[in-house]
């Protein structure tokens, strides 16, 4: 039998704002100490009140904005109920009725994936399971973003025997009442692949726009999976619209499974393809999926039962009576659109537009955002009066060097590196002393490598390093005439018709002359002093 997966995510970001979402402590995912940012608010003491962080607001109504949603005039808070250590007020704000944005969708691939909604809530507190240190030292659980944490307190280290109180778990509330976005998808994807793609282009968005860091190994974005199997004959025949009851409800296909915990894309990837196989086993040996939630266990890459799956009127949502309805205006929105930056697929569509770079080059400028903007800075250094051909051929050569020599001198750093050196008008200087054929490559390398560590600017470098090219034909002569005479084996190849002795030849006096003259010019004065020699 064939089955198709069908796959939706639930995704949580961590925004990026100065304070938390509903009192003024300052929301910073790089404090140390535990329960530094912490207030009456955000801990749940009983009469405390909250108030909206209107910068929250902006950045989901943002992010709405970039990914295709409709934006509402009127939306409001829910309460949504539950208990759990790590949220004090026994409560969270989320929104539930009204959300932010609906009916958005983000193009991957080629392929629209729509985006149900955008909703805004607040982030819980972390656990801090101790006596994990004592019981397994390598506990999977640990390595949550957004789970247990395990940590040692100063009076003991690990690998001492178990203290008295080791049982208990410590809880830190810095996290508690960070403003937290969660986007839901409609359940479009239908492959690992594609989930994973989705999950990644939408983090590149989410950076473009700052909303968020969206690190996923420190928990700042969240990915979570829903996933199930469909027969793919009644794919075929039914549309694409009953198709998500038919396996909602209908019990006898794959019921949908949650799977949480992914810290990574890579454990978005492996968790659906997991998960592919142990439904596909469980349907064809004729039993049923259970609706439930999973964990996912990176070590042993494969996915765990935690709990059945809870429903909504488990929470007993209902609006926060503490804060009013929230009415967005449309100036509200319109001065969001004005300050809206370029977003990945424009900067895609313009990059081929503009440079006419490949599609490789174009993915390298907006995967690296700060390569990009450093690619253009150069690019508009370039005469402004020269000819197309010659501006297109700077413009590749800008490219080539940019992707191959110089992100390979940096070995992972970025321009955008306080100790980056090279400003955009001496990078473009070598360039076009490149394209002149006023420096070979091999020279080309060495000046990148000098300008890399002092800041200096090419034409100084090679006057101070003797680097410039030979343009004196006589010198050149020279050093012809002396490979002539020491290479009397390839001269014997040569006039023999072997080709690569001429390349060997060339290569001596390449040698001989440092990198510094024109391979060019070495092949022309090699190839006249051979056929006269003859
Ligand atoms: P629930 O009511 O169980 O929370 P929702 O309809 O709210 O389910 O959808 C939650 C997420 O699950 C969404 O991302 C949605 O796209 C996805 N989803 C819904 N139905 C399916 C399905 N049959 N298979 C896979 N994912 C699904
Ligand atoms: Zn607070
Ligand atoms: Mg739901």
Not at 269 to 284: G, N, P, S, V, Y
Not at 450 to 458: F, I, N, V, W
Request: hydrophobic content about 35%.
């Amino acid at each position: 039998m064939n089955y198709q997966p069908t796959i939706g995510l639930e995704i949580h970001v961590e925004l990026k704002t100065k304070s938390k979402m509903f009192c003024s402590c300052s929301n910073d995912p790089d404090e140390r100490g535990p329960n530094i940012n912490v207030c009456p608010v955000c801990m749940g003491h009983p009469g405390t009140l909250p108030v909206i962080n209107k910068e929250a607001v902006r950045k989901v109504i943002k992010t709405g904005l970039a990914l295709n949603c409709h934006i509402f005039e009127r939306s409001n808070f829910d309460r949504k109920n539950y208990f759990y250590p790590d949220l004090p007020k026994g409560y969270q704000i989320s929104q539930f009725y009204a959300p932010f944005c609906k009916e958005g969708f983000l193009e991957v691939d080629s392929k629209k994936k729509r985006i149900r909604e955008i909703h805004l809530e607040e982030d819980t507190g972390r656990l801090m399971h101790l006596f994990e240190l004592f019981e397994s030292e390598d506990s999977s659980e640990s390595e949550r973003p957004d789970g247990p944490q395990t940590f040692v307190p100063r009076t003991q280290s690990r690998g001492s025997r178990r203290p008295e109180g080791a049982d208990y778990s410590l809880v830190d509330f810095n996290r508690a009442g960070v403003p937290l976005m969660e986007l839901v998808t409609e359940p479009d994807l239908n492959s690992a692949k594609e989930a994973k793609n989705f999950a990644e282009e939408l983090r590149l968005v989410l950076r473009y726009l700052a909303v968020s860091d969206a690190d996923m190994e420190k928990g700042q974005m969240r990915v979570e999976v829903n996933i199930s199997l469909t027969e793919s004959r009644l794919r075929d025949e039914g549309g694409k619209e009953d198709l998500s009851s038919l396996t909602n409800q209908d019990k006898t296909l794959g019921a949908k499974v949650e799977i949480k915990n992914l810290n990574s894309f890579r454990a978005v990837e492996k968790a659906i393809e997991f998960e592919i196989e142990r439904q596909r086993e469980i349907l064809e040996s004729g039993k049923k999926v259970l609706l439930e939630t999973r964990g996912w266990n990176n070590v042993k890459s494969e996915t765990f039962s935690q709990r059945e799956k809870e429903e909504a009127h488990d929470y007993r949502y209902f609006p926060e009576p503490d804060l009013p309805e929230i009415l967005i205006s449309p100036d509200f929105v319109q001065n969001i659109k004005a300050d809206m930056p370029e977003l990945p697929r424009q900067k895609r569509e313009r990059f081929e537009r503009e440079y006419g770079l490949n599609e490789k080059e174009i993915e390298i400028f907006v995967q690296n955002k700060s390569l990009g903007e450093y690619f253009e800075k150069i690019v508009s250094e370039f005469e402004p009066g020269i000819s197309v051909d010659n501006l297109k051929k700077l413009i590749k050569l800008s490219s080539n060097y940019l992707i191959t020599d110089l992100q390979g001198l940096l070995e992972g750093g970025l321009v955008s590196d306080t100790g980056f050196l090279i400003i955009p008008e001496n990078f473009a200087e070598l360039i076009a002393l490149i394209a002149k054929e006023k420096v070979s490559s091999n020279i080309a390398k060495i000046i990148l490598e000098e300008m890399l560590r002092t800041g200096a600017d090419p034409s100084h470098i090679i006057e101070e390093r003797g680097l410039a090219q030979i343009t004196d034909t006589s010198e050149i002569e020279e050093i012809v005439r002396e490979v002539i005479l020491k290479n009397p084996k390839a001269i014997e190849d040569y006039k023999k018709g072997k080709a690569n002795a001429l390349q060997f030849l060339i290569g001596q006096a390449m040698q001989m002359a440092k990198g510094r003259a024109n391979p060019e010019v070495v092949n022309r004065i090699l190839q006249k002093n051979l056929t006269e020699n003859k």
